[in-house]
């Protein structure tokens, strides 16, 4: 199955909520039911807390009662207005403050709820809003992460990418990277650009498969205010944000054939129309698209549109998995320790051999989730070697006694742990079922089993984690 390993920055466990209201089962109420989502959420009974709670701590979104003792609602939101401007705010009204909560809006609140509340309408603005909040926080991430990054490539195969790699920066061509999750696609289309006469502009990439389609167009084609729910300010999107740089589309099959659409318009004219305008704007940029599933074969089973697979792949660069390029795993091996223990320790440390058993282990491992997986071994591996060589036993890789201990694991198992397993074993089994059925595609999965494409995202990435962690 081809799960997105990633730990996603797309998840809505990253999201920060406040929730303001003098009346306790208002705010519980809310907390619950938000946070049913995954999302972070904090609860104040008075705007003055909540002033202290947002100078305490970075917050995405407010709900806030408009009446409260002390300071009250509509203050709350101008304090909110004048310093931390990024901020979502939503009003909680009764049916006596809907006027006033309409006024708000004219005053940079982006929605209001009547209570008694609506809770799917809650859910999927939170969803809507926070998805949106979440993509811009990553672009802005950008050019903060990676820096100071190398690429290790031994042996023909990796000689042979490195070369097209070379090649291809110096030419404003879309590229189109392809090879299995953990391969190393992000890091590769970051080299392209850093290589490239346009190193000093931005990169910015954006993650097809975590955002709903309506979230992608508005992300990358930008939208005027008011054109749809939240949307409480112009925005830019990143097709414009560029600037001559480099877009990068990941997980690029699993747009909608609608989106497909938009996009192949946008990369024929160079122009885009932000929603909710009439005006369209000429962009400039380089296009880099990733996918782990072949995008010829979607392209054959009808599931992508030919006319947009030539446009992306003018130039094809293809990462093989790690086990067939066995040859890095040394080079990559003693890199990733250095790096690990460069970001873990305070102290200057004396970096830990490794045993040849070890290196043999690490050489013959099947690695289904790639360098990534191989990144997390070394560095849980400097994390719980004691001594000053890393042995097999550090690895946690399958082996004689692992084996054995898991055996002996089983029989001990708790109740809790089985009913665990049993479920994870169902939800593995009906989420490969359905994603046969639907060809991947799972927007159409989640409609079937009737989850949000969320809901099944957070399944999946779940069940992915597990996979790594046991293998
Ligand atoms: N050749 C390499 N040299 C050094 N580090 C690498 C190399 N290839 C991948 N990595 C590291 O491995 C991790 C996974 O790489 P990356 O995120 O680019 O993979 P991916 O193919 O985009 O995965 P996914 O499909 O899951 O998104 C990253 O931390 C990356 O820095
Ligand atoms: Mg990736």
Redo the contacts with the bound molecule.
């Keep these: 199955m081809n799960f997105?390993?990633?730990p996603s920055p797309y998840d809505l466990a990253n999201l920060n909520v406040l929730v303001v209201d003098d009346q306790e089962d208002v705010r519980g109420g809310l907390k619950r039911l938000i946070s049913s989502l995954g999302c972070q959420v904090e609860t104040s009974s008075s705007a003055e807390d909540a002033l202290q709670a947002l100078k305490a701590k970075p917050v995405d979104i407010v709900f806030t009662d408009l009446k409260m003792g002390g300071m009250s609602g509509e203050e709350l939101l101008k304090e909110i207005n004048q310093r931390w401007t990024d901020i979502v705010v939503v009003l909680i009204t009764g049916h006596g403050t809907i006027e006033l909560a309409v006024a708000c809006l004219q005053n940079g609140a982006s929605h209001f709820l009547t209570k008694p509340f609506d809770n799917k309408e809650i859910l999927a603005f939170v969803e809507r809003v926070g998805y949106g909040v979440l993509a811009k926080r990553q672009v802005k991430n950008q050019s903060k992460r990676k820096k100071g990054?190398?690429?290790?490539?031994v042996g023909n195969k990796m000689r042979r990418v490195l070369e097209l790699v070379e090649q291809v920066a110096q030419r404003k061509v879309p590229v189109l990277i392809e090879?299995a999750?953990?391969?190393?696609?992000?890091?590769v289309a970051r080299e392209i650009h850093n290589r490239s006469p346009v190193s000093e502009k931005p990169f910015l990439a954006i993650n097809c498969i975590a955002l709903p389609d309506s979230l992608l167009e508005s992300e990358l084609f930008g939208y005027k205010k008011g054109a749809f729910t939240g949307a409480h300010k112009d925005s830019t999107g990143l097709f414009e944000q560029v600037q001559g740089g480099t877009i990068f589309l990941?997980e690029v099959s699993s747009m909608s054939p609608l989106f497909q659409g938009k996009l192949l318009r946008v990369l024929q004219e160079k122009t885009v129309r932000p929603l909710g305008s009439n005006a369209e704007k000429h962009v400039d940029f380089r296009v880099i698209a990733?996918s782990?599933q072949g995008l010829k074969k979607l392209v054959e089973k009808g599931d992508f549109r030919e006319d947009l697979y030539y446009r992306l792949q003018v130039m094809n660069i293809f990462l093989p998995a790690l086990n067939e390029r066995q040859e890095c795993i040394p080079a990559?091996t003693s890199?990733f320790l250095k790096q690990a223990s460069s970001e873990f320790f305070y102290e200057e440390y004396q970096l830990p051999k490794i045993s040849p058993a070890a290196m043999d282990a690490l050489s013959n491992h099947t690695w289904p989730g790639n360098?990534?997986q191989l990144?997390n071994t070394i560095q849980r591996a400097l994390i719980i070697n004691k001594g000053e060589t890393i042995l097999p036993s550090h690895l946690g890789l399958s082996d004689e006694t692992s084996v054995s201990e898991s055996l002996l694991e089983q029989e001990l198992t708790s109740y809790e742990e089985s009913k665990k397993q049993a479920i994870e074993a169902f939800q593995s089994e009906y989420v490969q079922t359905i994603l046969q059925r639907t060809n991947g595609n799972i927007s159409h999965a989640a409609e079937m089993c009737g989850l949000t494409r969320a809901a099944l995202q957070r399944i999946m990435r779940k069940l992915e984690q597990e996979q790594i962690r046991t293998n």
């Design positions: 997105q390993t990633s990054q190398s690429f290790i490539a090879g999750s953990g391969t190393g696609k992000e890091l990941d990733a782990n990559l890199y360098i990534r990144e």
